[in-house]
């Protein structure tokens, strides 16, 4: 009984820690990550069929080595077409070049544009609160699965 509520409370940590602005990007991006997926899942089964066709075992090797190389490549192209329109919905509609945005009558350097539009700040120190709970959670959930064994 006590194994499960340790579970159930390190799974509530987790949940709660994981960050709200996740649905904040915009539809592309989402798009993006959602065709990449798709496309993941394609080869994926693509693979399962090519296996399933083997005889030998041979065949059945060469299969699953060429099946983890084409979904290692699709997930490679996904992660660059994410991070691509990452990029581009970086610079929206009000970019005018060199760091520059034009805005509500005056140009912007590239901190005090997304400071005041976006509340966005670039990481520069990580919140490490959030690592922590994140951490303590995972390690609790890595000691209740060890204790349930």
């Known amino acids: 009984m006590q194994k499960n509520i340790l579970f159930l409370l390190a799974a509530a940590t987790v949940f709660t820690a994981l960050p709200?602005?996740?649905?904040?990007?915009?539809?592309?991006?989402?798009?993006?990550?959602?065709?990449?997926?798709?496309?993941?899942?394609?080869?994926?089964?693509?693979?399962?069929?090519?296996?399933?066709?083997?005889?030998?075992?041979?065949?059945?090797?060469?299969?699953?080595?060429?099946?983890?190389?084409?979904?290692?490549?699709?997930?490679?192209?996904?992660?660059?077409?994410?991070?691509?329109?990452?990029?581009?919905?970086?610079?929206?509609?009000?970019?005018?070049?060199?760091?520059r945005w034009w805005r509500d009558g005056r140009y912007w350097n590239r901190d005090e544009y997304l400071r005041r539009y976006y509340a966005r700040r670039d990481n520069d120190g990580a919140d490490v609160l959030k690592g922590a709970v994140v951490a303590a959670a995972v390690v609790g959930v890595i000691a209740a699965i060890a204790d349930d064994d």
């Open 20 to 99: 709200e602005d996740v649905s904040a990007q915009s539809w592309e991006v989402r798009r993006e990550i959602r065709e990449g997926n798709r496309e993941v899942a394609r080869e994926r089964r693509e693979a399962a069929r090519e296996i399933m066709r083997c005889k030998t075992r041979e065949c059945a090797e060469r299969e699953f080595r060429e099946a983890n190389r084409e979904v290692a490549r699709e997930r490679r192209e996904a992660r660059r077409e994410v991070i691509r329109e990452i990029r581009e919905d970086y610079y929206d509609r009000f970019y005018r070049g060199n760091g």
